[in-house]
């Protein structure tokens, strides 16, 4: 149900059931979970690209009753399983390495819905798109009252998952939704280019702690504090200075710093570095 890849940094996620659209189901909800697992916890992976094997990305949930489509993560069996309508687990947003949606063809429902948890978004031109489950008598699914209206507006959102209808990749780029609508036969190339651009370029936890603060449910003063206490983790080390001496000497960065080696002092400059307080509070 799922192909896993590792190569020069980039991990290749494919959903693997083309002959079906690559439809969704509770084991392939599991080993996509799985497989995100693994690329959080590999520093030899530092950016993941989710595709879909032949003309589809992911054509919705297959409804079928022994698919178990939207079962809770981490169990073995259909009745032992507890109902989540995220059943992905870790989240893409929850991968400490950038998440690259290359959208190749028709995304629906689940299928769009879990491309809306990655970081950036490519998408066929002439894919199908939509969140349908309005029309199906559910709700819309994976987080998604919170990721579409996060990556667009409240009134995009309305309009795409109160409707549930259906649109192309060229106007979800024009809706923000994704960023940018190419020929179907360029998505995949275009997303792995992005992908090895930031594993030869970009730094590894300086990109884990951009997307964490990407991600973050947090208002200005928390942004604040948080982007205090990630440059006390980053300042002075040695890929503070690398990084601008391989631009200055104009070649490939070499950093030693990994996101696992320096999480557990993420942690603790998170939790030692106080809110300030606010200015009702400084001036009572």
């Known amino acids: 149900m799922i192909k896993f890849d590792i190569r020069d940094g980039v991990a290749v996620v494919t959903l693997d059931r083309p002959d079906e659209l690559n439809v969704f189901s509770g084991g392939m909800g599991s080993a996509l979970g799985d497989a995100y697992a693994r690329c ?23 409804m079928s009753p022994e698919a178990d489509s939207f079962a809770g993560p981490g169990e073995t069996t259909a009745r032992s399983r ?33 491309a809306m948890q990655c970081d950036i978004r490519l998408v066929a031109e002439d894919a199908k798109l939509a969140i349908p489950q309005v029309r199906r008598g559910m709700v819309p699914d994976a ?14 959102a309305a309009d ?17 939704l994704v960023s940018r609508a190419l020929p179907a036969d360029e998505v995949l190339p275009a997303a792995l280019e992005i992908a090895h651009d930031i594993a030869t370029n970009v730094h590894p936890v300086s990109a884990a702690l951009t997307k964490r603060l990407l991600w973050a449910d947090a208002g200005l003063d928390e942004v ?8 006390r983790v980053l300042m002075g080390t040695d890929d503070a200075r690398e990084g601008p001496r391989a631009w200055s000497e104009r070649r ?28 009702r509070q400084e001036h009572q």
């Open 224 to 231: 604040e504090r948080l982007e205090t206490a990630y440059h």
């Open 40 to 62: 959080d916890a590999d520093d030899a992976v530092r950016a993941v690209v989710l595709t879909g094997a032949g003309r589809a990305f992911c054509a919705g949930a297959d």
């Open 160 to 176: 795409i998952l109160l409707t549930g209808r259906t649109f192309r990749g060229a106007e979800a780029a024009v809706l923000g």
């Open 252 to 279: 490939t960065p070499r950093w030693t710093g990994t996101v696992t080696g320096a999480w557990d002092g993420v942690l603790a400059a998170e939790s030692s570095q106080r809110p300030a307080p606010s200015v």
């Open 82 to 114: 507890e109902f989540s309508a995220s059943p992905v687990r870790p989240a893409a947003w929850e991968v400490r390495k950038p998440v690259i949606a290359a959208i190749n063809g028709h995304a629906i429902g689940i299928g769009f819905t879990l």
């Open 143 to 156: 987080q998604s009252h919170w990721t579409v209206p996060a990556a667009t507006s409240r009134a995009v």
